[in-house]
């Protein structure tokens, strides 16, 4: 078995299969806990607060932007670039294809592809940058923000670097990489890929009750 | 002081909500960009995701997910000591008002506020409350209101404002529908607003009263995280509501004495009310929209100030404008006005702790209150909170701010068409 086959064998069900449990038990512990019934009586709908906070929060709110545009911008180029490569890059979906749904769908171009690598790597290291260098966030950040940033940029830059497909050597590596992420995933602050949908909701249900929008 | 109480109680009230925030965090700090006491003071540890971090690591530690697993690693942060409870005793309660602006930037939605809430029942289990917030709950248990305002009290205060403001003040009324509660501010120092309210209620017919079982609307139990206390104040009120049958209690013009009842009461006493409840903004809407105020216009430049937790934690924000609306004359909204509005560095019992430190950064916290009042160049700022003007008063004081500050109650009463 070469390096590749493992890689993208063995080691990718391993990785795959450790991220989906690793997941569903995060989720499973947050749905296991009994939420408490509220016995006030409410003003405005608890459901359409969730799904209004939910939608909201994905705009920038414009009372802050003056003070937090860089990050809210470097977020945003980072998780669209990320996004757009992971699920539009051509070999990606090829892999998909193959791996997981067997079926495939239109790659993006390659200006495309150039374009969310830019916005991706650009945004990552706008946010690690102000991570080490501002002041609040140096203080509140832990080994996981360093440790999962990482990771993240690792797995991108030998992504970057396996483009020419050619070189097996580097398609495992990144493969390597990725099932490391996949790995380290669910035990990490990048499960917020998933449970910002349950923050938002929270506030949302709790505050549109009483008839506000938060 | 025992960090261990704190810590089980903090895991015992980790609901899914306080879970999911948790989990969800990305320390991006874009909330302390919301704050006031950041914006003022500059000090990181002010930025209130910082806050959360003693129930971050507890939780990580206790209940999160694979906390086990971590704790077998050795991954798990350490215990949180006595030590850095102490030191969070100023985030928790000095340099935050609870006033959920924080929410509004965060990302992920995170109800920092509503956290904090839970965190300060913690700090009080393990003996980290201010000892000016936890005498001031102590002494609404045992008299019936932090400023001491005892029934009888209530009762001579109520007689000489119905004389001063020549108004029918009634108390224990039998067969009322809508019963008054108070803030014991009002009743030591903003004796105007009781009248005014009493004038309003009396001009528009309404059958109302108070109750010397039930009056003190303002929660320290609450404000200091002391469950028994928050219970104790609740249960009378709801008590003495049930006695007099009424179908309505309105709370005055306070801020978290809206949340305290109607919105958390409930689950505090573990049970559905059996009245309605409204803030006195929302009561004077009401009677606005029913016809049944008369009212001149009011013609002063005005602007409001959104008590936070009558309108973003309230959901009381429209009220006060529909009142507005059409009666003043010259009404100038602020910048971030509802929803988005700055506090004014007084809630959340903050405004009653009395080291000078705390009240220093209350008032540099102020600044930004004066500033967004003064970008609307009113001559007057109107709140609907008594807790809220005893913060604008304290602050212009401070600063020598010539704006005139009033309650919407008394501006309302001043314009009553005889």
Known sequence: ?214 | MSARNTIDRLMERTNPAIASYLDACVHCGLCAAACHFYETSGDPRHTPAYKLKPLEKAYKRHKAPFSNLRKAFGLAPPEVSDGELREWQELIYDTCTMCGRCTLACPMGIDIAGTIGVMRTAMFEGGFTPSDLVEQAQRAKDVGSPLGVTPELLAERLEWIADEFETEVPLDKTGAEVMLTASSIEVMKYTESIGSMAKIFNHAGVNWTFSSKGYEATNFGVLSGNGDVNRTMVTRLVDAAEELQVKLVVIPECGHALGALRWTGPNVIGRELPFEVLHISEYLAKLKRDGRLKLKSYGKPMTYHDPCQVSRRGGATKAARELLNGFAQDFRESKHAGTANWCCGGGGGVISISDPKTVDGRLKAFKIKMDQVDDTEADVVVSACSNCRLALDDGAKHYAWGREITNLAEVVAEQLEE
């Open chain 1, 1 to 214: 078995m070469t390096f590749l086959e493992f890689t993208e064998g063995p080691m990718w069900r391993f990785a795959a299969f450790v991220f989906l449990l690793g997941v569903f038990w995060h989720l499973a512990h947050w749905l296991m806990r009994r939420h408490p019934k509220d016995l006030s009586k409410p003003l405005g709908s608890g459901f359409a607060g969730a799904v209004g906070t939910l939608f909201r929060h994905f705009l920038p709110s414009p009372h802050f932007l003056s003070r937090n545009w860089l990050v809210t911008f470097a977020g945003y180029a980072f998780h669209l670039g990320l996004f757009a490569l992971v699920l539009f890059f051509g070999p990606h979906i090829e892999f998909i294809q193959t791996h997981i749904t067997g079926f495939g769908w239109e790659p993006m171009p390659y200006w495309g592809f150039i374009v969310a690598c830019q916005l991706a790597f650009a945004g990552l290291l706008i946010l690690w940058l102000k991570r080490v260098l501002d002041p609040v966030l140096r203080l509140i950040s832990d080994s996981g923000d360093q440790v999962g940033t990482l990771l993240t940029f690792i797995v991108m830059l030998t992504g970057c670097m396996a483009l020419m497909q050619s070189y097996d050597f580097l398609r495992a590596l990144h493969m390597l990489t990725v099932n490391l992420w996949l790995i380290y995933f669910p035990f990490s602050r990048l499960m917020h890929a998933f449970t910002w949908v349950l923050s938002r909701a929270e506030t949302g249900a709790v505050y549109g009750r009483r008839g506000s929008s938060l």
